[in-house]
């Protein structure tokens, strides 16, 4: 195993690495709880921010400890789905010790204003949970880590962005 959850001291639980990990290694395989449907809704307890959307409309709750991944305008670490697996891949190098956090705004879409509190030197702070809504800059920065799903569904607006 790649990683432990530890406490992060303000954001709850969290991943860290056990071990130095190179540059795009696979650190974990994303595995579901369940099915979140109209008759199966979230229970008490279950949260919001830890359910997976997959590109032919079902919507999954993400089992522990992967749900613990927590998110950080500054990530070491992005998704990717191939055939509805989704995968947590390094960017760069993640040495031990060191928190593992991914963009979730790299897969969100008209979401809700947000108060970041990620603590990185470049956190976005407060601004809409929208991946079309960041800086041009981080668009295309941002760009080799998109979801292959999420860039075809949405790639006309992409290509919008790159044509400004
Ligand atoms: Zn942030």
Request: net charge negative; with cysteine.
């Amino acid at each position: 195993m790649k990683y432990i959850v530890k406490q992060t001291g303000q954001k709850g639980l969290g991943i860290y690495a056990s071990q130095k990990i190179a540059a795009y290694e696979v650190i974990a395989k994303v595995d579901y709880a369940r099915e979140v449907t109209p008759d199966q809704p979230l229970h008490e307890g279950e949260s919001y921010d830890h359910q997976m959307y997959l590109p032919d409309g079902r919507v999954f709750l993400v089992a522990e400890p992967i749900c613990y991944f927590n998110h950080s305008c500054g990530s070491n670490a992005f998704l990717y789905s191939a055939d509805q697996q989704y995968y947590i891949i390094s960017k760069h190098t993640i040495p031990a010790d060191k928190e593992i956090t991914i963009d979730y705004e790299l897969s969100a879409v008209n979401g809700d204003t947000w108060e970041c509190k990620c603590g990185s030197k470049n956190c976005r702070g407060l601004h809409t949970w929208d991946f079309f809504s960041l800086p041009k800059r981080i668009i295309l920065e941002s760009l080799p880590y998109l979801d292959p799903w999420f860039a075809q569904v949405h790639g006309n607006r992409i290509k919008h962005v790159l044509n400004q």
